[in-house]
């Protein structure tokens, strides 16, 4: 064997077995018994242990510097190696395991904190969270800046300064069209009702069929906070269900099918590679959200929907399926982020970056976290925080030490606002289909033209090839601007 084979031997079984990793957090979070936290915190320690010792094994340092790529897939296969090899080696085991400990242990103690709404039971475990990631990123920064080596996790190449520039570009429209439609005189009804869990299970699922979900390789469980979990042949989706609001359950499907379709359409020969998961937080989320918005938010498929909840829940007090679109499409300041409309969500990404920033650079003490969350919230949105799962207790993130990854959520949007364009281009009977509750002549496209691919290319390049241009926040500024400024009569 080569020295490139052998490599990709060693890695393809610590591929399977980061696989195995997420299978035991996937169960955590959707069946695992309350009482077996503690067991299942030793449980990922050791296999961060593991993975760990085999990402750092010597031998990868050696196969690297013999082996010859054949091809540009085999050159992209060495990028990513390359860079997991530099990283992981500048992180000692221990602190990785005591990383995979504490924040499996978080992740229960921040639910239960939600559910009580006690941040004074959540604080001292984030603490734990925050001081273990500032130590892992000193390492990996090498005197840099902290922040910007977490986010390179999440979003190779990005900056906090990157980041924060197209945000400074992006606010002002945003907050203009968002003072333009809550002052508008004409205003969308709010679905009011009650909707049976079972039925919205059922419309999730269908739903997810009607996006291309492929049911022989996934699975819909319920979950604190939906996620998608797996690539390959297994990518499972989570949801959540409120019986008072339906669009939660709906659109959070649709949103894990997005991610979950990126790694079920990805080339099988990338499968158990580092090409064979998607290339950034910042790409996958791109297809969560055209799926979600773009495509599942716009009148030919609200259309559908329309049709669908009337068979399913009989009158629910909104006749007209235009007066339906202008309902799912309603702009309120609301906490909750997974709930926010497409006006709002990247202003709650914006303020959870500027705070995550400050935590990790040391400038906000976790003490002080829920009144400058608070703070913040109310200067952002107009609107005071009643209780803590409204505020900084509703998302997971921190309490499994995702810090970096929030601004990608909102890298998702501006590159979802890119291939929307590319795609009404290249496919222009879209809405047809999607007035018949058929999503695939879209979700092909993006199969064909970014999904596929993997991470054989940068996160930038993959959606510059797809799209034709380089990527910027101004189609998804114009797609807004557009949109909310019909449904509200501007």
């Known amino acids: 064997m080569t020295a ?3 490599l990709m031997a060693h890695q393809r079984e610590t591929e399977a077995l980061s696989q195995v990793a997420g299978r035991l957090g996937w169960d955590q979070e959707t069946m695992m018994a309350r009482g077996a936290s503690e067991q299942r915190s030793e449980e990922m320690s050791a296999m961060e242990g593991v993975l760990h010792a085999r990402r750092t094994d010597p031998r990868v340092g050696e196969w690297l510097a013999q082996a010859e790529a054949p091809g540009p897939v085999g050159q992209a296969q060495l990028r ?41 039971a959540f604080l001292p475990t984030l603490g734990q969270v925050i001081a273990l990631r500032q130590q892992e990123a000193a390492a990996l920064a090498a ?9 390179d996790d999440y979003e190779p190449g990005a900056t906090a300064a990157s980041i924060g520039a197209i945000f400074d570009r992006m606010r002002p429209r945003l907050v203009a069209l968002r003072e333009a439609v809550l002052g508008a005189s004409h205003q969308p009804a709010k679905l009011q009702g009650v909707f049976p869990r079972d039925a919205q299970m059922q419309m999730a699922r269908d739903l997810a069929t009607a996006f291309g979900y492929d049911w022989n390789r996934g699975r819909l469980d319920l979950a604190v906070h ?40 990805i080339d099988p020969a990338y499968r158990l590679t580092p090409l064979g998961a998607g290339v950034s937080m910042g790409v996958h989320e791109s297809q969560s959200r055209i799926y979600e918005n773009q495509m599942g938010r716009g009148r030919a498929f609200t259309g559908w929907m329309h049709g669908q909840m009337q068979a399913r829940f009989g009158d ?11 309902t799912v499409n309603r702009v309120q300041p609301g906490f909750i982020r997974t709930e926010a409309d497409e006006v709002h969500y990247n202003l709650h990404i914006m303020m959870r970056f500027d705070l995550e920033r400050a935590l990790i650079r040391g400038d906000l003490a976790v003490a ?16 005071a925080v009643e209780r803590p ?72 390049e993959v959606i510059a090839r797809a799209c034709g241009f380089e990527p910027s926040e101004e189609p998804l500024l114009d797609y807004l601007e557009t949109k909310f400024r019909a449904i509200y009569r501007l």
């Open 4 to 6: 490139f084979d052998e």
């Open 80 to 120: 990513h190696i390359r860079r997991s090899y530099a990283r992981m080696t500048k992180v000692p085991a221990s602190l990785a395991q005591e990383i995979a400990r504490v924040t499996s242990m978080a992740q229960g103690i921040w639910a239960e904190a939600r559910a009580k709404d006690d941040v004074a």
């Open 389 to 460: 799962s409204q505020g900084m207790l509703q998302d997971v993130h921190w309490s499994v030490g995702l810090f970096g990854y929030f601004p990608t959520y909102s890298l998702g949007n501006v590159y979802a606002g890119c291939l929307n364009k590319a795609l009404r281009a290249a496919v222009p009977d879209l809405d047809q289909d999607l007035a018949r509750g058929d999503a695939r002549s879209g979700t092909a496209w993006l199969r064909d033209n970014l999904q596929r691919h993997g991470g054989l290319y940068e996160p930038r």
């Open 368 to 383: 002080d976290l829920e009144g400058a969350w608070n703070d913040r919230f109310q200067a952002d949105f107009g609107v």
């Open 316 to 326: 629910f007090g909104i006749a007209d399926p235009e007066a339906f679109y202008g």
């Open 226 to 265: 939906p996620f998608s979990s797996g690539s390959g042949d297994d990518a499972r989706i989570t949801t959540r269900v409120v019986e008072s609001d339906p669009f939660n359950c709906f659109y959070s499907t649709i949103h894990e099918v997005g991610h979950a379709c990126y790694e079920l359409g």
């Open 143 to 151: 005197g840099g800046d902290l922040y910007d080596a977490l986010i």
